[in-house]
Structure formats: C-alpha cells, structure tokens
C-alpha cells in the first residue's frame, strides 16, 4: 500500500501512521484517505499519496485512532475488520455510551441518547444527532420531527416498538448543528456494536448525514436517491429517505412535495420489510 510522504516541511510528520492505512484529520475539513478497498483517496495539506490502483470493495466506516479525550485524527476501519466483544449486549452498549467522553459533546449533553426500540427488529432507522427533546429525555425522536415520524410509521403499519430508531451520534450538537467527523468517528464504535447485536434486515437512513455515513462519503445528496435501494458499509440494504425535520419546513402533501415523495418511499420500504 502506498504511504503518505511529507511534501512541505511544515506539517507534521507524526501523523503519517506506520500502517497501511493513512488516515489524517484536516480541520477545517477532514481528510477521506482510505485503504486498498476504497476508491478514492485524499490527503492532507502537506502531504501527497503515489498514485495507488483501488478496486471497488467494500465501503469503511469511520472510527476514533486518537488515544487523547479530544479526537485530532480518524482512521477507517472497514466493517469487515469489525471484532464482536465476547458478552456484548445492548446493555452494555447504553452503558458504554452514558460514560463516553471521548469527544466535546459529552460537555454539552444533558443525556446521551443510545437508541430505542426492539433488540430484535428487522428494520433500523438512523438519524444524524439528537435534538433539545432528545437531550433532554434520553429518548430519540420524540421531538415534533418524531412525532411527525411516528405518524408516517404508523401510517405505513410499522409500529415504533417493533423497530429500532438511533442516530449516527448519540450526543446532542450544540444549537443542533451536524455533527462533525470526529463526532461521528468515536461514535461508530457503539453504531457498529448496535447493528451487529440487533442485525436488522433493512436500514432507513433518515437525512444527508446519515446517508453519507452507511452508504459512503460520496453518496449523491438525498433529494436524488430517496427511496432508492442501496448496499450500506454494512452489507445491509439500505433506503435514503428525507429527515422528518425537513418535511415539516413544507406541510404541502401535493404530489412531488417531500412529504408526497416521503410516503411514496415509506410505502416502498413497508413492501420490503413485508417481503422479508
């Protein structure tokens, strides 16, 4: 595999990491170096990679390599290197999440909110972070967005406690802003444990943030592959669909409004999870 070599003399040559992998955080924007599997690589300023042949293999997904409290650097594991732990349970994994401090956001959570629903659901909807209701009740989605979602699940005929619901990061962003990578990579940890332990059949990414993190960096943006069937970085099929805080910027339910093109999608979703 080809290593990253220092191009300017004022970066810091410690962060080319003794692996096969080069994995570098950039802010204000952060760096996607992946491995042989994945198809395209970037580096930091600074630093240049040889031009390398990439096959399309398997996505990766982010996690934290920083042994400090505030994470400066990512690596990407690919969820194929995913090791169970030996006695894992759900239990574990809230309690695990509830002691994590391992990014800024444990300074500003009220709660951490893990994820709720069945241990044994075909179906997982991810969403991108908690809002100010979440926070505050260490329940996800049970603000006015989810309880728009709720209607549009039972709507459908999902009952909520027969699925499983839960965000890529399990700490509110401050003023509910996205989370960042670094956010997002100590957290795919617990989102990994989760999926593992609750194996659903199917994933509803619920917005942008969480497309682009179970489908890959380079997805296309929601408006063009909602509804569309994909393979996630977990080897689960996977539909994009809008974030319900969105549909409620439009309450139009007119054909080609979101909240049209929303239950066209969930109707989708319901015949799948049928099928199964």
């Known amino acids: ?68 409290p505030k994470v400066d650097r990512c690596k990407i594991r690919l969820w194929s290197d995913f090791k169970p732990i030996e006695g894992d349970t759900l239990e574990k994994v809230i309690a695990d999440i509830a002691k994590c401090e391992s990014c800024d956001l444990c300074k500003t959570r009220n709660k951490t909110v893990p994820g709720a629903g069945s241990s044994y659901a075909k179906l997982m909807l991810i ?25 549009i699940l039972a709507a459908a005929g999902f009952k909520r406690d027969e699925v499983y619901i839960c965000n890529v990061v399990k700490c509110r962003p401050p003023n509910n802003r996205d989370p960042k990578m670094e956010e997002m990579a100590v957290c795919s940890q617990f989102l990994q444990r989760q999926i593992h332990l609750i194996k659903p059949c199917l994933i509803a990414c619920l917005g942008n943030i969480a497309v682009k993190y179970v489908i890959g960096p380079k997805a296309p943006g929601i408006t063009r592959i909602h509804g569309q069937w994909f393979d996630s970085v977990f080897g689960i099929k996977t539909m994009p669909m809008y974030h319900p805080s969105y549909l409620l910027r439009d309450n139009s339910r007119e054909k080609g409004s979101p909240n049209w093109e929303m239950w066209q999608d969930i109707k989708a979703l319901k015949q799948k999870y049928d099928s199964i």
């Open 1 to 68: 595999m080809a290593k990253a070599k220092k191009v300017r003399d004022d970066v810091d040559e410690s962060l080319i990491e003794a692996t096969d992998i080069v994995s570098l955080l950039s802010e204000p924007g952060f760096a996607e170096i992946y491995d042989r599997e994945i198809t395209q690589i970037e580096c930091r300023e600074g630093f240049e990679l040889p031009s390398v042949d990439l096959s399309e293999s398997l996505p990766a997904v982010l996690c934290a390599s920083s042994e400090e």
């Open 127 to 151: 969403g991108e972070g908690p809002g100010a209701d979440e926070d505050a009740t260490g329940i996800p989605f049970v603000g006015k967005a989810g309880q728009h979602l709720d209607k």
